[in-house]
């Protein structure tokens, strides 16, 4: 080797994390079914068997890149120190950032769109996942409870459906995008949709959780 050939470099660790990003670009557009391997290698910069070599086969990736854009929400989530704000001010932020996380992140929802899809195949081969994802129902419910203490909010109210209310405006405005925007607004810019249905997700939670004045 010439002395003026770099070496390569041995980062597994950052080849893993190349796989991951293709894998989820490819499985994104393509559902767990029709991805390819070889696609997803490609875009790692890799050849497939160093892709079966660090995940084993195409489920076990899949099931790997579910884990991981759950785990980035919630960690997003959990980033925005909600529990430092009053809880009516904290719920307005956490619908708003979840809903810019959905705009921002259209390939995560393209995953759940395609698990949902499968009847949640692979997903429930996940305790990893289900046990992450308390910590969303964990902040929801310190919200709540605190804007309930404070007579703010109604005293009934399940955790589990205000997070069902807030999070379906968010989806279906990444789900629906297109069908919706050709059926319905087409005079619409992309501008106006995100700012209608983001103040939407907002009032339609406050109105369900408040109590009348």
Excluded: W
Aim: charged content about 25%.
């Amino acid at each position: 080797m010439s002395e003026t050939t770099p070496k390569r470099k041995n980062d597994p660790e950052g080849l893993k994390k190349r796989i991951l990003a293709g894998a989820l670009q490819t499985f994104a557009e393509h559902g767990m079914q029709g991805a390819r391997m070889e696609q997803i290698a490609e875009l790692a910069n890799t050849t497939k068997r160093m892709v079966v070599y660090h995940f084993v086969n195409k489920e076990k990736l899949y099931i790997e890149v579910l884990e991981q854009v759950y785990q980035a929400i919630r960690q997003h989530e959990t980033g925005l120190n909600l529990t430092t704000l009053p809880p009516e001010e904290a719920l307005i932020k956490l619908v708003e950032a979840s809903f810019d996380y959905h705009v921002s992140h259209p390939d995560f929802m393209r995953l759940v769109c395609s698990e949902n899809l499968l009847r949640g195949r692979y997903i429930m081969q996940s305790a990893r996942i289900k046990a992450m994802n308390k910590s969303t129902l964990d902040l929801l419910e310190n919200i709540l409870t605190r804007g309930q203490q404070q007579g703010l909010f109604l005293d009934d109210l399940n955790t589990v459906d205000v997070h069902r209310l807030l999070s379906s405006i968010c989806v279906h405005h990444v789900s629906n995008r297109y069908t919706f925007h050709t059926l319905f607004t087409p005079g619409d810019s992309e501008e106006d949709s995100i700012r209608r249905n983001r103040q939407l997700a907002v009032t339609a939670t406050l109105r369900y959780v408040r109590k009348a004045p």
